[in-house]
Each structure stands twice: as C-alpha cells, then as structure tokens.
C-alpha cells in the first residue's frame, strides 16, 4: 500500500522559518512527481510547490515563489518544502502528493495527484 508520510509542520511567527518533510513508501522505483498543496480553513486546496522528473519546472504557486523552496531526493522517495519569511496567509495544513506515473493532469489541480499524505499543520502567527 503506497503511503505519504508528513513531518515538520508547526507553529512560527511571522517572518519564521519551517521545513516540512515527505517520505513515500510501497512501490518501487522513483515516483513521476511529488510535491506539496495546502488548505486553509474556509478556503479551497491550492497547489504551493511541485516537482516532475525529467521536467524544466519546480513550480511554485505565485504567493510561495522566492520564499519556498522544494527539493526531492535523486530516489524520488521523498520530498522537502523549505518555507522562509513566513506569513500569516501562509497557515494551512499542508499536504503531500505524489504520482508514480506521469501526470495525467495539470500540476497546480488537486485531481492530477493519486496519492496524498494525511497533512501537517503550519500555523503562523503575527
């Protein structure tokens, strides 16, 4: 059973520092894409930092670009969301997703992604 497990999420001040971690487990080989959404309450799942292999991207969304950065190990099995200065507007919980095999959809909608791990918080006061 293919599973995501999230690490890392908590409470900051503004203008703080987070890493949040990703570790895939139960298939073989280098999933196609990993990468992070987020949901605030009240508000829809938006996509925040995405990895594909083989592709010219990360891609961020545009409120995260020059704050976050995201990274994946050369095994494909995990991903990590390093988020400098944050912001209030950054508190969510954070999710984790991940596909084996190539992406059937865009990467910034939620339904691309056929995995998702069970979330951290990141709460992120003024």
């Known amino acids: 059973q293919v599973e995501l497990l999230e690490s890392g999420g908590g409470s900051v001040q503004a203008g703080g520092s987070l890493r949040l971690s990703c570790r895939a487990s139960g298939w073989s080989g280098a999933a196609h894409s990993m990468g992070w959404f987020r949901q605030a309450p009240g508000k829809e799942r938006e996509a925040v930092a995405v990895m594909l292999r083989g592709s010219s991207g990360p891609y961020y969304t545009d409120s995260v670009r020059g704050r976050f950065i995201i990274t994946r190990d050369n095994a494909g099995k995990t991903v990590d969301l390093q988020m400098d200065s944050l912001k209030p507007e950054d508190t969510a919980m954070y999710y984790c997703?991940?596909?084996?095999?190539?992406?059937?959809?865009?990467?910034?909608?939620?339904?691309?992604?056929?995995?998702w791990g069970q979330g951290t918080q990141v709460t992120v006061s003024s």
């Open positions: 997703v991940a596909n084996r095999y190539p992406n059937r959809g865009n990467w910034y909608l939620p339904g691309t992604y056929g995995t």
